[in-house]
């Protein structure tokens, strides 16, 4: 079976309104990336070095990354010498499976939850990268999965952030444990922890300040959070998500590489993939970054928080050249 056919398989198992918000999210993506390299496919008639230069440069247009690239193309050129490809339209299956074969292995790893009780969640990120309305959606999605849900108003440093998670709180139908601005976030956790507990709830949501500026205070503050968090519940936290803003692209991976292994982090969320042309970013920080990509912001409503898929993602950037494939296959019968 052929690439695409598999892809579509695949797909069609899965929930539509999930599809459509990738394809949605994606739009900006698609309309330059994909549409600069269809253009480059069928305008040039032979696969040459001319080619090669220009995908390689519309790809690291695409933010995917230097190293990525120049692997890319050394497959690609592999592949092209197996199979003896003349046409570059020929190559459409072949750059959309190894876009995947680089991004797999990460979608299957969900929110790692408490075996029994409570699961908490620590969210870490610079200021606006979209932490907040990050919380608030992923509220969304654990209450809409019928489980009990609390959030942390940790972030004591910004103006307006309690204000503004409180605000989600009430849009979503979810209370917030908070203290007054400037107070000590590890007090913070204390109450929420205890909160939660004696509430019975299920996940416990907790913002963190962005000073990632001053790197030794943001650690000792992170340190002290999670000895308050093991203290009441010794496995926690479950996960420690960094939020990434997928339109500061570079910026993004360097903010990523500022934490190390110490800070804890489990997994990453990827904001604002809708506002960017440069969707390639999330293939540099799956290959560049040890952590897994868990979930992708595809929009500002509540319900534009998805677990990240890279079937989904490969698949809203290319359905098109799989739509015309399917044509071609119906053409000549096969
Ligand atoms: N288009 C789009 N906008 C988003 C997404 N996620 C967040 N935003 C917007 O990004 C802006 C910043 O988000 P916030 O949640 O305020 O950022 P923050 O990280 O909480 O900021 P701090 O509290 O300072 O750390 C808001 O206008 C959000 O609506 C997304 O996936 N897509």
Redesign the pocket.
């Given at each position: 079976m052929s690439f695409f056919k598999r892809l579509k398989e695949a797909i069609s198992t899965k929930a539509e309104a999930v599809t459509n918000k990738f394809k949605e999210g994606l739009a900006k993506t698609r309309d330059v990336f994909v549409e600069r390299v269809e253009d480059l496919f069928s305008r040039r008639k032979k696969i040459d070095e001319d080619f090669y230069e220009e995908l390689e440069e519309i790809l690291i247009g695409a933010d995917v990354g230097v190293n990525t690239v120049l692997k890319l193309i050394e497959d690609l050129r592999a592949e092209v010498r197996k199979r003896k490809i003349e046409n570059p339209s020929e190559l459409q299956p072949i750059l959309s499976e190894m876009l995947i074969a680089l991004l797999k292995g990460q979608e299957q790893t969900g929110l790692r939850m408490a075996e029994s009780g409570l699961t908490v969640i620590l969210f870490v990120?610079?200021?606006?990268?979209?932490?907040?309305?990050?919380i608030g959606k992923m509220a969304h999605m654990l209450k809409s999965q019928g489980k009990k849900v609390l959030l942390a108003a940790g972030?004591t440093f910004?103006a307006g952030?309690i204000e503004?998670l409180e605000e989600w709180g009430r849009r979503v139908g979810v209370d917030v444990i908070k203290q007054q601005a400037g107070s000590d976030p590890a007090a913070v956790m204390y109450d929420a922890l205890h909160a939660a507990k004696s509430r019975g709830v299920d996940v416990l949501l907790c913002?963190t300040a962005?000073r990632l500026q001053n790197k030794v205070n943001l650690m000792e503050e992170l340190n002290k959070i999670y000895r308050v968090i093991r203290r009441e519940v010794p496995e926690a936290p479950h996960e420690v998500l960094l939020?990434l803003d997928a339109t500061t692209g570079q910026n993004a991976l360097q903010q990523a590489k500022l934490f190390d292994e110490k800070s804890g982090l489990s997994g990453l969320v990827l904001?604002?993939?809708?506002?960017t042309a440069k969707g390639g970013i999330v293939v540099a920080i799956r290959q560049e970054l040890e952590l897994p990509v868990k979930f992708?912001?595809?929009?500002?409503k509540m319900d534009?928080?998805q677990a990240f898929d890279s079937d989904q993602f490969v698949h809203a950037l290319f359905s098109k050249w799989i739509a015309e494939s399917e044509k071609e296959e119906e053409k000549t019968g096969q």
């Amino acid at each position: 079976m052929s690439f695409f056919k598999r892809l579509k398989e695949a797909i069609s198992t899965k929930a539509e309104a999930v599809t459509n918000k990738f394809k949605e999210g994606l739009a900006k993506t698609r309309d330059v990336f994909v549409e600069r390299v269809e253009d480059l496919f069928s305008r040039r008639k032979k696969i040459d070095e001319d080619f090669y230069e220009e995908l390689e440069e519309i790809l690291i247009g695409a933010d995917v990354g230097v190293n990525t690239v120049l692997k890319l193309i050394e497959d690609l050129r592999a592949e092209v010498r197996k199979r003896k490809i003349e046409n570059p339209s020929e190559l459409q299956p072949i750059l959309s499976e190894m876009l995947i074969a680089l991004l797999k292995g990460q979608e299957q790893t969900g929110l790692r939850m408490a075996e029994s009780g409570l699961t908490v969640i620590l969210f870490v990120g610079v200021n606006g990268v979209g932490k907040t309305t990050t919380i608030g959606k992923m509220a969304h999605m654990l209450k809409s999965q019928g489980k009990k849900v609390l959030l942390a108003a940790g972030d004591t440093f910004r103006a307006g952030a309690i204000e503004q998670l409180e605000e989600w709180g009430r849009r979503v139908g979810v209370d917030v444990i908070k203290q007054q601005a400037g107070s000590d976030p590890a007090a913070v956790m204390y109450d929420a922890l205890h909160a939660a507990k004696s509430r019975g709830v299920d996940v416990l949501l907790c913002d963190t300040a962005g000073r990632l500026q001053n790197k030794v205070n943001l650690m000792e503050e992170l340190n002290k959070i999670y000895r308050v968090i093991r203290r009441e519940v010794p496995e926690a936290p479950h996960e420690v998500l960094l939020v990434l803003d997928a339109t500061t692209g570079q910026n993004a991976l360097q903010q990523a590489k500022l934490f190390d292994e110490k800070s804890g982090l489990s997994g990453l969320v990827l904001t604002k993939l809708d506002g960017t042309a440069k969707g390639g970013i999330v293939v540099a920080i799956r290959q560049e970054l040890e952590l897994p990509v868990k979930f992708v912001g595809l929009g500002e409503k509540m319900d534009d928080l998805q677990a990240f898929d890279s079937d989904q993602f490969v698949h809203a950037l290319f359905s098109k050249w799989i739509a015309e494939s399917e044509k071609e296959e119906e053409k000549t019968g096969q």
